[in-house]
């Protein structure tokens, strides 16, 4: 199958810091391009690949300071893209809504994949008005607030089996890793450490838009013995940093598309205590990977309870439900319905809604 994949030109393919979707798009193009297929790649020029690369950028638009209109560049590579199209069978975009009006307008067989929060009511006239786009979900409580999109299935993430060594002592602390933003607990994380007396390992990313929240409500809570801010991370020093952790702790207060970072900590035999907003509850199960936990409270009670937890159980179960070959194998499932079928842009999906009923008052309570 001749496949493109259209990543955010944000970060590269794979990134070279933080960039949970531009490293999925790498996973499931190095294993389309194992399993044979003709596999494109639209990213930056940076980008690193198996597949034949098309960049209308030279570099990844987060580290390059040059780069103030972010938006252009995607603009640029749309055009590349749709200027191709008849070289693919499918075009798989990982960009959001950004080419739905391209798409609607062109004799296509196209997907998008949501990675990103769907709870915003921005978004809803936006899915209103292209309700023919098909659409997957990284986890089915993902979908909620737009449960009329014309979801095509929901597909979990997966890592290469082989990217994380895993590790089977367990550790002396508790590791947090992620961005730095309210929703994702980094407050509540410190709390329970602190609660239960262990350490905490804190790798965290301070994007420019969290820089006033982390300045006057997070530093302040990093002056403690048991704290240790690292700062961003690289991919290269994820396994071990997880991998030597007595847990990861997720104590988000958000509804997660996914989060990459469980199954990350899971491949390492390190399970999870998370509190169950978003897919938590998808990714997690209770005393194989992890724990799901209410509060801070219920929180150091499962840090008491990780004895219970046999770290090879919980390798196993990142190996048999979240690998990037089951991912691959998922989405070809999808591909191959949708090349068999009508370009989807031709017909609204089964069921849609009208125009004049999205828009009503009542339809955005």
């Known amino acids: 199958m001749r496949i493109a994949q259209v990543s955010p030109l944000y970060e590269s393919v794979p990134p070279k810091l ?4 531009e490293r999925v798009v790498s996973w499931l193009t190095e294993e389309l391009v194992r399993a044979g ?8 020029g940076d980008s690193l690949t198996q597949a034949q690369l098309v960049s209308t950028t030279p570099q990844a638009l987060r580290l390059n300071p040059d780069c103030i209109d972010q938006l252009a560049h995607h603009v640029v590579m749309l055009e590349k893209v749709f200027s191709e199209r008849q070289n693919f069978d499918l075009i798989h975009f990982h960009i959001d809504y950004l080419h739905f009006s391209f798409s609607r307008n062109e004799q296509l067989t196209q997907l998008t994949t949501l990675h990103g929060r769907l709870d915003i009511p921005d978004l809803v006239p936006v899915y209103q008005a292209f309700p023919e786009m098909p659409v997957v979900s990284i986890s089915d409580a993902q979908r909620k607030p737009l449960p009329w999109a014309n979801w095509k299935g929901t597909v979990h993430h997966g890592l290469p089996k082989d990217s994380f060594e895993f590790y089977p002592e367990r550790g002396k ?21 602190k609660h239960v007396g262990i350490p905490l390992k804190i790798a965290a990313k301070v994007d420019r838009g969290d820089r006033e929240y982390f300045e006057s409500c997070i530093k302040p809570l990093l002056d403690h013995p048991l704290i240790e801010f690292l700062g961003e991370i690289g991919y290269a020093e994820k396994n071990d940093f997880l991998g030597n952790a007595l847990a990861l702790l997720f104590p988000i207060d958000w509804p997660e598309p996914f989060g990459l970072v469980m199954i990350e900590a899971m491949a390492c035999g390190t399970p999870v205590i998370a509190f169950p907003n978003g897919s938590v509850p998808e990714i997690v199960r209770n005393g194989v990977s992890g724990f799901t936990v209410r509060d801070t409270e219920t929180a150091v009670r499962a840090i008491g309870c990780l004895d219970k937890i046999d770290r090879r159980i919980c390798r196993k179960h990142f190996e048999q439900h979240f ?3 089951r991912m691959a194998q998922d989405y070809l499932k999808i591909y191959r319905q949708m090349v068999a079928a009508e370009p989807e842009q031709i017909a609204m999906p089964k069921g849609a809604l009208s125009w004049t009923k999205l ?3 009542s339809s955005t309570t």
């Open 18 to 21: 933080y960039g949970g979707t």
């Open 37 to 44: 297929h003709d596999v494109t790649l639209f990213a930056s």
């Open 173 to 193: 602390y508790l590791a947090f890793l992620g961005r730095t933003s309210p929703e994702k607990g980094l407050d509540r994380a410190i709390e329970i450490a």
């Open 323 to 325: 690998t990037s070959a």
């Open 359 to 361: 828009t009503s008052p």
